[in-house]
């Protein structure tokens, strides 16, 4: 199994990035994908989920209103689109996958998820 994220970048406040997180060795349809973030000094945090079977949507409360999550099955791909970004946005950006049924108590839990790409850097700058 391989996670590859990418999209991550330098933007000023305000501004929007998509992260994209490619899939492969895995079938995909059957995993659940989320995106975490870890800010230096911090720990990983759960930002965002898509689950499998139900094609739930989850989002963290510090980035509801900003972030999208979405699915694309034909292209093995989950991205995360970030709009009205902040400074306290600047972290590592990671995707993780799992065939656990992820629920809105679990899915921000890291140690759920099996399998983690190698993360993308995001810097918000003021």
């Known amino acids: 199994v391989q996670l590859q994220a990418s999209g991550g970048g330098l933007v000023q406040a305000g501004g929007s990035l998509r992260l994209s997180c490619a899939a492969s060795g895995l079938t995909f349809e059957r995993y659940s994908i989320g995106w975490f973030r870890q800010a230096p000094g911090k720990g990983r945090e759960g930002v965002s989920c898509?689950?499998?079977?139900?094609?739930?949507?989850f989002y963290a409360d510090s980035v509801k209103g900003r972030f999208t999550i979405s699915r694309d099955h034909a292209k093995r791909t989950v991205d995360l689109k970030m709009n009205s970004l902040k400074p306290e946005d600047t972290a590592v950006y990671y995707c993780?996958?799992?065939?656990?049924?992820?629920?809105?108590?679990?899915?921000?839990?890291?140690?759920?998820?099996?399998?983690w790409g190698q993360g993308t850097l995001v810097t918000v700058s003021s």
């Open positions: 898509k689950t499998w079977r139900t094609d739930s949507t």
């Open positions: 993780a996958a799992d065939l656990g049924n992820m629920n809105y108590r679990n899915w921000s839990r890291r140690f759920n998820y099996r399998y």
